[in-house]
């Protein structure tokens, strides 16, 4: 294993000044170095990515079942505002069939109403 900036047993002296090395032995130690700290950020990447690919596993199964249920759940109200739309127009085309004369009546007031509010 190399001796340098990251192992135990370095080639420098306490002093701060360069050891009775080569060069190039030097240069060779913080190329090694250099190279194990490459290593080690990319293994630490891959786990960071795992661990983020496992959570967004998990958020996804948690969130897919509460979807579901919001969609059946519009659904329903879906067909319930059909079906309470469905009885309105029942209602209406009942009522002016019982009350033709009132609903023109009613009809012509609401539009003298927007005429008057539409010219001003």
Known sequence: ??????????TRKRNGSAADTPIEDQLHEIR???????A????RGV???REAKAKARSTRK????????????GEELLSDLRS?????ERQVR???????????????AIGLIAAVLLRR
């Open 1 to 10: 294993m190399a001796t340098g900036l990251f192992s135990s047993s370095s």
């Open 32 to 38: 090694e170095d250099i190279a194990q700290l490459v």
């Open 40 to 43: 080690l950020i990319a293994d």
């Open 47 to 49: 786990a960071a990515s």
């Open 62 to 73: 948690q969130a897919e079942p509460d979807l579901q249920d919001l969609l059946e759940s």
């Open 84 to 88: 309470r739309y469905a009885d309105t």
């Open 94 to 108: 009942r009522a002016v069939r019982e009350h033709p004369v009132a609903t023109l009546g009613a009809a012509a």
